[in-house]
């Protein structure tokens, strides 16, 4: 808690703190745009690998970690789900070790509750042992199957035919994560700029006013406001609008990021007894999506869900929220048609149930059909900035890329970092050191 107050309280102050920089220091040698979990793990990480760089954190909204790392499930995955030999597989993997390790060191709290990932139906099985097989490819620890019996035994409430137990899955608060993340990097020098959108980068103009800054730090970031850094290098971790700081700093669009909101319900507190860990479904490989699940949080309460449905908004978490400027981006792009027209049914059964409660309930209630309508509120949403690629293809793993000519050779973007982004940050940051250390010769 001390530390979640200390960083807010720096948080809070960082506009100003700008302002008092700005007379100071304008120039950067990395510039990290986007102060999400994964941007300040990737900050961290290049303030402790070369603590006598000027680096900067550059963010648009007034606080930290304000989108997908403070609206999220608060799931520390294991592993388990990711094709092997892919980054996602074996950062996740990584990454979970890593952030308890980190959790232990910061006295962050967490719990290692476990999963269960649940069959209900016999079709359903030789996909649950699959996955148990992948999971053991990708070196998961602890992972067995187990029957109908130890399912009630783990999860009194729940019932299955077959279940894949993952015990090293957790729990934990990923924005209490992030701004230890902050406070690592602030305590080691480096500058958080908040209410800092950038909207332009370029190379600047050796004969400019700012010529002496432009030949050894070339790059000129300028925010909404029109105030501007000058810096080396620039890395950008920006989630939702990714593509569009890609796009601004002439790099390729693709993949489009097309937005998904996910609403959850909640189980109302006299009925939380009825889950002890997570309660996950067998994936379907037809479906995109994952489907519902049950998911306890650190402050006791139990998510349920979510849906996924286009958003139509970016940063949209109520069903109203509408962007002129989003939607239209996300309602040109084929990728998306696509995408829509392969998955038109499950798709439409997701619309019906953020509609309905009870038709959100009736999937739940395959796993602990003691739920129902009356022990359920509807919950907070979370909005997935999904990758799609022109065929309609969701891009399953990470994506790391720069560009080519003067300002692309100096930017590396951080395309798509999805879930287990949360989970795999300090791995994920380590990977971007290394990469930004090969592309900048830092």
């Not at 719990?111 to 148990?132: H, M, N, S, T, W």
């Not at 022990?375 to 065929?391: I, N």
């Amino acid at each position: 808690v001390a530390i979640a107050l200390r960083v807010r309280a720096r948080s809070a102050g960082a506009a100003g703190l700008w302002r008092a920089q700005r007379r100071q220091r304008s120039t950067f040698d990395v510039a990290v745009v986007g102060a999400g979990i994964v941007g300040l793990a990737s900050a961290r990480e290049l303030g402790q690998r070369h603590p006598s760089l000027a680096l900067a954190v550059l963010e648009k909204e007034k606080e930290l970690a304000p989108h997908q790392s403070s609206h999220n499930s608060g799931v520390i995955h294991s592993g388990i789900y990711y094709t092997p030999g892919s980054l996602k597989a074996k950062l996740c993997v990584q990454g979970a070790a890593l952030c308890y390790e980190y959790c232990d060191l910061k006295g962050i709290p967490y719990k290692r509750c476990g999963k269960l990932i649940v069959a209900v139906e016999q079709d359903e099985i030789p996909r649950l042992k699959a996955l148990y097989e992948r999971g053991l490819q990708n070196n998961v620890p602890g992972l067995r199957l187990i029957g109908a019996k130890e399912i009630q035994e783990k999860e009194p409430f729940c019932r299955g035919l077959m279940a894949l137990d993952s015990p090293n899955t957790g729990i934990v608060d990923y924005k209490q994560v992030a701004q230890s993340y902050a406070e690592d990097f602030q305590e080691a020098g480096g500058s958080i700029l908040t209410d800092f959108e950038v909207t332009n980068m370029e190379m600047a103009k050796e004969s400019s006013s700012q010529s002496e800054a432009g030949l050894k730090y070339p790059v000129i970031v300028r925010n909404s406001k029109g105030e501007e850094i000058y810096c080396r290098h620039v890395v950008t971790c920006a989630g939702l609008h990714s593509d569009r700081l890609s796009e601004i700093s002439g790099c390729s669009p693709e993949p489009r990021i097309v937005p998904f909101r996910g609403d959850y319900l909640v189980l109302k507190p006299e009925k939380c007894y009825m889950v002890k860990g997570n309660i996950y479904p067998v994936p379907n490989p037809r479906f995109p999506f994952l489907g519902v699940h049950f998911t306890p949080r650190m402050d006791g309460s139990v998510w349920l869900g979510p849906n996924a449905v286009l958003a139509f908004k970016r940063e949209g978490y109520n069903l109203l929220d509408f962007s002129a400027g989003d939607f239209a981006d996300a309602v040109t792009y084929s990728g998306l048609w696509k995408l829509v027209l392969r998955n038109l049914s499950p798709g439409l059964g997701e619309v019906y149930r953020a509609l309905f409660l009870s038709a959100q309930v009736n999937q739940l209630q395959k796993f602990i059909p003691e739920v129902t309508v009356s022990d359920v509120w509807r919950g907070p949403s979370g909005v997935r900035a999904q990758a799609l690629d022109s065929d309609g293809n969701l891009v399953d793993d990470f994506v790391f890329d720069g560009g080519s000519g003067e300002i692309g050779s100096r930017i590396l973007h951080v395309r798509n970092a999805p879930s287990p982004a949360a989970t795999s940050s300090l791995a994920i940051a380590k990977m971007i050191a290394d990469e930004a250390k090969r592309r900048f010769e830092l």
